[in-house]
């Protein structure tokens, strides 16, 4: 079973927002930008998933991209990432932007469009990494929700096997 792990998971919403805006910035074609990092052999975080694809879209994509485009003042970086997924899906049709790519685009369009905060604010706030706190806030929400459902089913809090997470040698225990 392959895992998702480290910046593809999680921390894809900070390394999305910085990349996609980064090229966005500097005017790149989305072309360019998908050209530029095959050549220096880098993923795009927030392009890719393992089973949804054009054909099979990721329902949370489609209901971020319909809020974006009906609610906000701006979504600049939301289309600029829509028109980079027209690229990377000529090679694959599971390139797509997914899930952390769309809210990613759709946070830094909100944070620059609300008027709240002058550009440099919001681009301080993506690069400090809010976005992956959000993460953190909605999985802290999600463990808390499991929590009260054993308690609530009066079962056994669920605890994983310690030789499946142990880092340290048996030696060392």
Known sequence: QRRVHGPRFGGA???AAQMFSSAYDAGLSPEDFVERARRDNKLIQGIGHLVKSLENPDVRVTLVVDAVRRTFP???LLDYGLAV???TTRKKSNLILNVDGAIACA???LLRGCGM???EEA???VAMGALNGLFIMGRSMGFI???LDQKRLRQG????PTDDIAYMLSQSL
Do not use: I, N, P
């Open 13 to 15: 919403l900070d390394g």
């Open 74 to 76: 701006s979504h600049a």
């Open 85 to 87: 997924q027209q690229v």
């Open 107 to 109: 946070f830094v369009d």
């Open 117 to 119: 905060f002058t550009r």
């Open 123 to 125: 681009d301080e706030y």
């Open 145 to 147: 929700g499991h929590y």
């Open 157 to 160: 809090l669920y605890r994983h």
